[in-house]
Structures are given as structure tokens and as C-alpha cells.
């Protein structure tokens, strides 16, 4: 069962703070890591993606992957109150069109 | 921007009734899915489509759904008689190579 874990929260930071959120992932054969952010009601919007060990940028967000330890995370930077939502850590497998599959979601506040 | 459309973005049923969701990808998308999202709960995988078949399915994708794409745009999920436990939203989502874009989504409400 490939599983993958995240923080509930609610993660609570002031405006212009570093947000970090983490997640960790079953599946040693994960190749592809994904960070998505879903507004109450609404459908998950991608951010983020991630494929090899190390950092990657994106403007105010930054993503971790260490597959070692099975282990993503994304900080986002300068957090805004419109940064307010709840981000989903996505992994797939090796093979082309396996399906995502989602942690449960931390939801993050930002207080302004 | 393409997006993935889906019809309708509501729907009431009774329990037993069958519900049809309806989805149009991406025009140039080759992987189609639908997940579902009880309220509160996580983002779940159904059943994932390729080449004109199912290529992968959870274990919540049981004998009451299925899954069609009958023509070259439209991939609906047929639920044939709905229960309690089917309320949800339900996403549709296509993928080109890597990238996962989901609809608005459908929210079903069994009475």
C-alpha cells in the first residue's frame, strides 16, 4: 500500500514568514513528487513538481526532494495571506501514467 | 490555458439511482482519471485511463462504477446505484507527459 503522510495542522505563520511544509512517502520506486494547492472547494492546482534529489525554485516557493529518506518538502517564502489553503503532497511511480497519490494535506495560515 | 471541463458541477441523486460524471480532458492528454474527495478527507485515486482502457484502479472502484470514453473528447464515470457513502466531490484529471490538471470537479450529494 503506497502511502504518503503530511501534517495535518493547522500550520499558523505571520505574513512575509517562511511557511515550510513537509511529507514523507512509502514507495521507494517513486520517481516523479508533486506540490499541489487546493482552496476550500475548490480542485487541487499544481505548483510544484520536483523529480531529482536537491532544490528546486520557483519563484517565492522552493521544493526539496531526498530520496534517501523519502522525504519532499516545499517553503515558501514571503508568505502571504493569500497563500492560505491547504498544499497536498502528491508521488507516483515509475511507470508513465501511474497515478498520483495524495497525502491528506496541511493546511496553512497566514495571518497578515 | 486548456483546462479539463466537467458536467455537471453538482448533482443530487437518491440512493440506487445511477449518476453519470461527465469530463472532457485536455484535447492532446493521453492519460485520463478520476479521483474523489469526501468532505474533510483526502484527494482518492478511482481508476485511471489509457489507449481506450482502464490501466490502473483502487479498491474503491469496485463493480459499481465504470468508466468510458465514447467519443474522442468526452470520459465519464458511471456510478449505477448510488449509496450514502458515494458523497463527494469527484475530480476528473488528464495528463500529457508528467504534469496531473484536474477539473472543477462534481459534487455528488446522495440522499
Known amino acids: 500500500q503506497k502511502e504518503v503522510e503530511q501534517n495535518s495542522g493547522p500550520l499558523s505563520v505571520p505574513e512575509g514568514a517562511i511557511a515550510s511544509l513537509n511529507c514523507t512517502y512509502s514507495d521507494r520506486g517513486s520517481q516523479s513528487f508533486f506540490w499541489y494547492r487546493q482552496y476550500s472547494g475548490k480542485s487541487p492546482e499544481l505548483i510544484m513538481s520536483?523529480?531529482?534529489?536537491g532544490d528546486k525554485e520557483d519563484g517565492r516557493f522552493t521544493a526539496q526532494l531526498n530520496k534517501a529518506s523519502q522525504y519532499v518538502s516545499l517553503l515558501i517564502r514571503d508568505s502571504q495571506p493569500s497563500d492560505s489553503a491547504t498544499y497536498l503532497c502528491a508521488v507516483n511511480g515509475y511507470q508513465a501514467g501511474t497515478a498520483l497519490i495524495f497525502g491528506k494535506g496541511t493546511t496553512l495560515s497566514v495571518s497578515s | 490555458e486548456p483546462e479539463v471541463t466537467q458536467t455537471p458541477s453538482h448533482q443530487v441523486t437518491q440512493m440506487g439511482q445511477e449518476v453519470i460524471l461527465r469530463c472532457v480532458p485536455i484535447?492532446?492528454?493521453?492519460?485520463f482519471y478520476w479521483y474523489r474527495q469526501i468532505l474533510g478527507q483526502k484527494v482518492e485515486f478511482l481508476v485511471s485511463?489509457?489507449?481506450?482502457?482502464?490501466?490502473?484502479k483502487s479498491e474503491i472502484f469496485d463493480d459499481q462504477f465504470s468508466v468510458e470514453r465514447p467519443d474522442g473528447s468526452n470520459f465519464t464515470l458511471k456510478i449505477r446505484s448510488t449509496k450514502l457513502e458515494d458523497s463527494a466531490m469527484y475530480f476528473c484529471?488528464?495528463?500529457?507527459?508528467?504534469?496531473?490538471?484536474f477539473g472543477s470537479g462534481t459534487q455528488l450529494s446522495v440522499l
Open positions: 520536483i523529480y531529482s534529489n
Open positions: 485511463f489509457y489507449n481506450n482502457e482502464i490501466s490502473e
Open positions: 484535447s492532446n492528454h493521453l492519460y
Open positions: 484529471a488528464s495528463r500529457g507527459t508528467e504534469k496531473l490538471f
